[in-house]
């Protein structure tokens, strides 16, 4: 089996790609891959942020991050992308930041790494 890595690079109003990226990490894990971490980069840091509120007839986001949470998967904030864009690094919730070098080394001990942009 395959150990995978996913990098996010959209933000929280790409629900298609959201949605997308729920699916493949169901399915790699019914497949019994490993999925290592999921880093978020660029405008996916948006997602960690605590100060957008969606209403009840959108998707989740929040919810759909705490599903794969909850899988085991480590959700990884790239700090630097989140500084730029004003997230408090402080206050991340589910997500745990980290450096690109931290995401580069885990790539590299990795099968696949799959890219949501």
Same mark, same amino acid.
């Given at each position: 089996?395959?150990?995978?890595?996913?990098?996010?690079?959209?933000?929280?109003? !790409?629900?298609?790609?959201?949605? =997308?990226?729920?699916?493949?990490?169901?399915a $790699? #894990?019914?497949?019994?891959?490993?999925?290592?971490?999921?880093? #978020?980069?660029q405008? /996916?840091? @948006?997602?960690?942020?605590?100060?957008?509120?969606?209403?009840? %007839?959108? @998707?989740?986001?929040?919810?759909?991050?705490?599903?794969?949470?909850? @899988?085991?998967?480590? #959700?990884? @904030? =790239?700090?630097? +992308? +989140?500084?730029?864009?004003?997230?408090?690094? /402080? %206050?991340?919730?589910?997500?745990?930041? $980290?450096g #690109? $070098?931290?995401? +580069?080394?885990?790539?590299?001990?990795? !099968?696949?790494?799959?890219?949501?942009?």
């Amino acid at each position: 089996m395959s150990q995978f890595i996913i990098s996010v690079h959209c933000g929280p109003e !790409d629900h298609d790609s959201l949605q =997308c990226i729920e699916r493949f990490i169901s399915a $790699a #894990l019914q497949q019994k891959h490993t999925i290592k971490c999921v880093f #978020l980069y660029q405008e /996916a840091v @948006l997602h960690a942020s605590q100060h957008f509120h969606l209403s009840s %007839d959108e @998707l989740q986001v929040n919810n759909v991050w705490q599903n794969v949470h909850n @899988l085991g998967i480590p #959700l990884k @904030l =790239c700090v630097t +992308a +989140a500084e730029k864009r004003g997230i408090n690094t /402080a %206050d991340t919730g589910i997500f745990t930041v $980290a450096g #690109l $070098a931290e995401f +580069a080394m885990e790539t590299c001990q990795s !099968d696949k790494w799959v890219q949501f942009k």
